[in-house]
C-alpha cells in the first residue's frame, strides 16, 4: 500500500482477498463504492426522517396528557414532578378577594422519555451508519484515487438524492 494518492492495482479492498487487479476489476469496484456512498447517505436520509416522526410522535404524546393541576404551598420557588415525569411549576394566581394562591403548569422535560419502539431502532440505524462511515473511511485511506473518487461521488449523488428528505419539508427555499 502506498501512503500517497495515486492509481494502482495493488492495493486491497477491505480485506485480502478483495483486491482488484485489472482495469474491469478496479471499475466494478468503484461502482460498487459509488453505490455504498449512496446507500450512506440513504440511510442517513432514512433516519433523520424517522427521528422526525419519533419527535413528533413523542410531543404529541406529551402534549396529550393532561397537566396535573394540584393547589400547592403558598411558597413560590417549590418545584414538584408530576405524575408523567414532566416538572411542575408553581405559579402565583389572585383572585376577587386579592388573596394570593398558587397554581401549577406543567414545564416540558429537558430530556425525553425511553421509548423502545422509537429508541432501539434508532439506536440500530445509528450503529449500522456509523458502520457505513467507517468503511467509507477505510476505502479512502488506501489513498487510491479511483476509490476516493467513488466514494466522493456517491456522496455527493446520494446528497442530492436524498439530502431533501434528510432535511424535511420546512428547510427548503421556495423559488
Given at each position: 500500500?502506498?501512503?500517497?494518492?495515486?492509481?494502482?492495482?495493488?492495493?486491497?479492498?477491505?480485506?485480502?482477498?478483495?483486491?482488484?487487479?485489472?482495469?474491469?476489476?478496479?471499475?466494478?469496484?468503484?461502482?460498487?463504492?459509488?453505490?455504498?456512498?449512496?446507500?450512506?447517505?440513504?440511510?442517513?436520509?432514512?433516519?433523520?426522517s424517522r427521528e422526525d416522526h419519533?419527535?413528533?410522535?413523542?410531543?404529541?404524546?406529551?402534549?396529550?396528557?393532561?397537566p396535573t393541576r394540584t393547589q400547592?404551598?403558598?411558597?413560590?420557588?417549590?418545584?414538584?414532578?408530576?405524575?408523567?415525569?414532566?416538572?411542575?411549576?408553581?405559579?402565583?394566581?389572585?383572585?376577587?378577594?386579592?388573596?394570593?394562591?398558587?397554581?401549577?403548569?406543567?414545564?416540558?422535560?429537558?430530556?425525553?422519555?425511553?421509548?423502545p419502539s422509537h429508541d432501539i431502532?434508532?439506536?440500530?440505524?445509528?450503529?449500522?451508519?456509523?458502520?457505513?462511515?467507517?468503511?467509507?473511511?477505510?476505502?479512502?485511506?488506501?489513498?487510491?484515487?479511483?476509490?476516493?473518487?467513488?466514494?466522493?461521488?456517491?456522496?455527493?449523488?446520494?446528497?442530492?438524492?436524498?439530502?431533501?428528505?434528510?432535511?424535511?419539508?420546512?428547510?427548503?427555499?421556495?423559488?
Amino acid at each position: 500500500m502506498d501512503a500517497w494518492l495515486h492509481f494502482g492495482k495493488t492495493d486491497y479492498l477491505l480485506f485480502e482477498t478483495w483486491r482488484p487487479s485489472s482495469n474491469g476489476a478496479i471499475a466494478g469496484a468503484s461502482i460498487a463504492i459509488f453505490a455504498f456512498g449512496i446507500l450512506d447517505r440513504a440511510l442517513a436520509a432514512l433516519r433523520r426522517s424517522r427521528e422526525d416522526h419519533w419527535r413528533t410522535g413523542r410531543t404529541l404524546a406529551l402534549l396529550s396528557k393532561p397537566p396535573t393541576r394540584t393547589q400547592l404551598s403558598p411558597t413560590p420557588d417549590h418545584a414538584k414532578v408530576g405524575d408523567a415525569g414532566e416538572s411542575v411549576e408553581e405559579v402565583p394566581v389572585s383572585d376577587s378577594s386579592h388573596d394570593v394562591k398558587t397554581a401549577s403548569r406543567p414545564t416540558l422535560r429537558s430530556i425525553p422519555p425511553f421509548i423502545p419502539s422509537h429508541d432501539i431502532p434508532r439506536g440500530i440505524i445509528h450503529a449500522i451508519q456509523t458502520a457505513f462511515s467507517y468503511t467509507l473511511m477505510l476505502i479512502v485511506m488506501t489513498f487510491n484515487a479511483a476509490y476516493i473518487i467513488s466514494v466522493v461521488l456517491g456522496l455527493g449523488v446520494g446528497e442530492v438524492l436524498f439530502g431533501r428528505v434528510a432535511y424535511g419539508a420546512n428547510t427548503h427555499m421556495v423559488h
